[in-house]
Structure formats: C-alpha cells, structure tokens
C-alpha cells in the first residue's frame, strides 16, 4: 500500500511539474499585437457616411491619423486581416484583383480612396509574387502593361458600388531604398498608366506623389519607401481633405 501511495505522490508530483513547464513555455499574448488590434477597432456611427481605403502600407502608415481627422464625419474603414486584428496590407494589383470582392462586400460605400503601385513596381524573383528581389534583372511584380490590366478590372468592380471614387497618385522612390528593388523613375511611369484610366472613368485624382515632391527629406524614413509620423500625418491631412469634398 506504501509502494502504490508512494508512486502516486510521484505521479501527481511529475504531472504537476509538466503542466507548470507546458504553461512556463506557452507562448504569451503578444502586447504589441493586442495594442495594435485596440488601435484599429472601430464602432461606426450609423448616421456617418462609410468611406473605405484600399491601399498598400503607405495607407495604413496613415490610416490612424486620417480616422482621427475625419472623426464625426465619416467611417473610414480599410481592409484587415481574417481576424480583424491587424490592418491589411493590398499589395499590389494581381493581389487586388484576387480580393477585390471580399473587400468590397458587407457595406454601402459612399466614398473609396484607393491605390495601387508601388508593390507593383517592385522587383520580385518570379512575377506576380512578393518573393522579393534586390537583382536588376529579375522582373517587376507587374509591368506597367499589366498593372494598367489589373487597375481597369479593379475599377470597373468599384465603379459598380456606387461609390465616389478617389485615385492616390503612386508617392514617389528614393535612390537606394531598402527592401526589394524599386527604380526611382517607376512610380512617374505607373502614375502616367494610371492616370490614363482615371481620366477615362472620370475619376478624381489626388496627386499625393506631386505633394510629396521635394519634402522627402523631412517625410520619408531614410532610404525608405515609408514615411515616418511627420510623413504619414501629412498624408493624412491631403487625404482628409480629398475625402472632405466627396462626401
């Protein structure tokens, strides 16, 4: 009986000891990750237009700033992830095409500001992925030829909500920029392809790459397609403003 007492103690002692090393070792709840998902939710007033922007992480850089701005006047929703826990990032237009539908479904949209281009114009190792590439002589994600296909059909899905449309200009490419390849006189020639479409559709323009010309220096991380806090708040405000007359 001793012999049978003695090896359960032993047996509840290991098991206790296990269970405390699986719980030590679980991964804990990323504080980061549950901050970022606090900062994005959203409660949308019901009397307020809903406004959507459709964009790659240029947008979400001044996506906050933008709700911020536009408080009481408009919903501005964006794309997020499958949880609703992070923002979304549109990447380029092979992928738009792929998800327009999901992103336009589940509301009435009075106003949507969108853009496509600069993972377009990235170099990739094989086209239309985002396996990216620092090689000249690997392709870009999409040439303009197929990003000027793509935007059409994406314009034609959102042509058919309803919505006031709002096209942003590609902002522009510093020489040497981190990350994938991007040449710095690719975003001019995928704005020229862009704007042929909008002007066709008769789409408002706003021309964030005009707007940023010559401030880079003080918008723009260093050697970076990204803007920091000054850029992104900026962004924000010629954004606001764009949305502000369409609704």
């Avoid at 942003?168 to 020639?189: I, K, M, N, W, Y």
Wanted: hydrophobic share 40%; aromatic share 6%.
């Amino acid at each position: 009986m001793r012999a049978i007492l003695s090896s359960l103690v032993m047996l509840l002692v290991v098991t206790a000891a296990v269970n405390a090393q699986e719980k030590a070792t679980q991964p804990k709840p990323n504080a980061r990750a549950a901050a970022v998902a606090r900062s994005w939710q959203m409660t949308p007033d019901p009397a307020l237009p809903n406004v959507l922007i459709l964009g790659d992480s240029i947008s979400i850089g001044y996506g906050l700033p933008l709700r911020a701005k536009l408080q009481g006047k408009a919903n501005v929703y964006r794309p997020m992830s499958a949880n609703g826990q992070r923002p979304q990032n549109c990447s380029g237009t092979t992928f738009g095409v792929e998800q327009i539908d999901r992103w336009l479904a589940g509301n009435e949209w009075d106003v949507i500001h969108f853009n496509w281009g600069l993972h377009d114009l990235k170099h990739v190792a094989k086209p239309g992925t985002s396996q990216n590439s620092t090689k000249a002589t690997d392709p870009v994600q999409a040439t303009v030829e197929q990003y000027s296909k793509n935007l059409e059909s994406i314009v034609a899905k959102l042509e058919a909500t309803g919505a006031k449309l709002i096209f942003a200009t590609t902002t522009p490419v510093v020489a040497d920029s981190s990350g994938p390849l991007r040449e710095v006189d690719a975003p001019a020639r995928y704005n020229e392809a862009a704007l042929k479409i909008m002007k066709a559709h008769e789409i408002e323009v706003n021309d964030l790459y005009a707007a940023c010309e010559g401030k880079l220096s003080e918008l723009q991380l260093p050697k970076n397609v990204h803007f920091n806090k000054q850029g992104s708040e900026y962004l924000a405000e010629q954004v606001a403003a764009a949305i502000e007359k369409s609704l």
